[in-house]
């Protein structure tokens, strides 16, 4: 009862609680360069797809930590959550910075994920570490794509997203170092699929 309680807890605050971050915020001296109300807009609407990401994330891992049966592949999943939380937290404050939204459908996204999290992690820790791999990876290629939209002037938003696509990498590789199992084609085409549902919904809801 009293792990249960402790996860609804998180769960409450990733939702609704303001997220901290322990490093500074990327880009935070960087002054705001002046940009059309059309510019802003899009920014907000992309950070707005990385924050539900984040959201995605906290619930992936949080669904894979409390099914993990080893304590070593559990460290690390909370280790990559709590990097995870920052990146919220950076998302969070640049939305704010634009005038953006957060997603109106952040608690649908963090159910499913929750439940995703907990069947990778049903299935064993090398699959469970397979999935947080390949999630990565599509993540970083996800933020590559963003940093490819991004107004030349628009530095600030740009060091946030360049250094959470270092730290999605790391995550990557430090699955593979614990011995994550490659995922099948027809899964990894799967996991593409619902990404794609999630970030073109969220950059308008």
């Not at 500074?24 to 924050?51: C, F, K, W, Y």
């Not at 910075?97 to 090398?126: F, Q």
């Amino acid at each position: 009862m009293d792990q249960l309680i402790v996860e609804f807890d998180k769960a409450l605050r990733t939702l609704f609680a303001p997220a901290r971050s322990v490093r500074p915020v990327p880009g935070g001296d960087i002054p705001d360069t002046v940009l059309s109300d059309a510019q802003r807009e899009h920014i907000a609407g992309l950070m707005r797809v990385n924050h539900c990401g984040e959201i995605c994330a906290q619930a992936l891992y949080q669904g894979q930590s409390i099914m993990s049966r080893d304590p070593g592949v559990k460290r690390e999943i909370e280790q990559a959550s709590n990097e995870e939380t920052e990146h919220l937290a950076w998302t969070e404050q640049r939305i704010a910075e634009l005038g953006g939204r957060k997603s109106l459908l952040n608690p649908l996204w963090y159910g499913g994920s929750l439940a995703l999290g907990m069947l990778a992690g049903r299935l064993g820790d090398r699959w469970n570490l397979g999935f947080l791999a390949e999630t990565e990876r599509q993540v970083e290629a996800h933020l590559r794509g963003h940093l490819d939209q991004l107004p030349a002037e628009d530095q600030k938003t740009r060091e946030i997203i360049e250094q959470m696509k270092v730290d999605e990498a790391r995550h990557a590789d430090t699955a593979v170092g614990l011995g994550a199992q490659e995922l099948p084609a027809p899964v990894k085409a799967a996991m593409k699929f619902v990404a794609r549902v999630m970030t073109t919904t969220a950059y308008r809801v």
